[in-house]
């Protein structure tokens, strides 16, 4: 069974601070690594996807891949209540299916 | 440049009717993926179409079934429907021919009600 494991949260952070989100996964054959950002009753919205080790930074975005931990990371920097989301994780496994995470939720409070 | 449609937004069964869901991928996309996301959980994954063939399935019952059309546009069926079948169905498409690492784009989803 492929899982994908994410802390539930809530996470709170301060306006401006950065806000650090954390996966792990179980399938070391896992090759591509997604972060969804789903705002409530929204559908998941695509923010950043990495498939090397080390880091990929995107704007306020970076996302960090430590395959041999089999351990994915999203950081926010200079949070805004505007990111007050939850962030889910998601693995490609298989030929092209995704396994997601529960997600975590994160606060940003002004 | 059209994103990933679905509809209807909402519905309303009662059990044991039978639902149709529709999905049109972005423009340019060749793979529609379904999943099924209830309150508080990830999406979990339903089944993938590509070429008007189902390519993979998750673990769901016979129950749900689909079909791609010539145009890449999916329809997702449930039969039978049971109250655990509420939840928020999303469609995702890809492009599988161009891109290696198959990011996939959500739909605003379907929030499907069975009382």
């Known amino acids: 069974q492929k899982e994908v494991e994410q802390n539930s949260g809530p996470l709170s952070v301060p306006e401006g601070a950065i806000a650090s989100l954390n996966c792990t996964y179980s399938d070391r054959g896992s090759q591509s690594f997604f972060w969804y950002r789903q705002y409530s009753g929204k559908s998941p919205e695509l923010i950043m996807s990495i498939y090397s080790n080390g880091d990929k930074e995107d704007g306020r975005f970076t996302a960090q891949l430590n395959k041999a931990s089999q351990y994915v990371s999203l950081l926010i920097r200079d949070s805004q209540p505007s990111d007050s989301a939850t962030y889910l994780c998601?693995?490609?496994?298989?030929?092209?299916?995704?396994?997601f995470g529960k997600g975590t939720m994160l606060l940003v409070s002004p | 440049d059209a994103g990933v449609t679905q509809s209807p937004t909402h519905l309303i069964k009662t059990r044991g009717q039978q639902v149709t869901l529709r999905c049109s991928p972005k423009?340019?996309?060749?793979?529609v993926s379904w999943y099924q996301q209830a309150l508080g959980q990830g999406p979990q994954f339903i089944f993938q179409?590509?070429?008007?063939?189902?390519?993979q399935r998750g673990n769901f019952p016979d129950r749900f079934s689909g079909h791609q059309f010539p145009n890449y546009s999916s329809e997702l069926n449930v039969n039978a429907l049971l109250l655990g079948d509420s939840a928020l169905y999303l469609c995702?498409?890809?492009?599988?021919?161009?891109?290696?690492?198959?990011?996939?784009?959500f739909g605003p989803g379907t929030r499907l009600t069975v009382t």
């Open positions: 995702a498409s890809s492009d599988r021919g161009q891109n290696t690492y198959y990011e996939q784009y």
């Open positions: 179409y590509y070429e008007e063939e189902e390519r």
């Open positions: 998601a693995v490609k496994s298989g030929y092209s299916t995704l396994t």
């Open positions: 423009s340019g996309h060749d793979t």
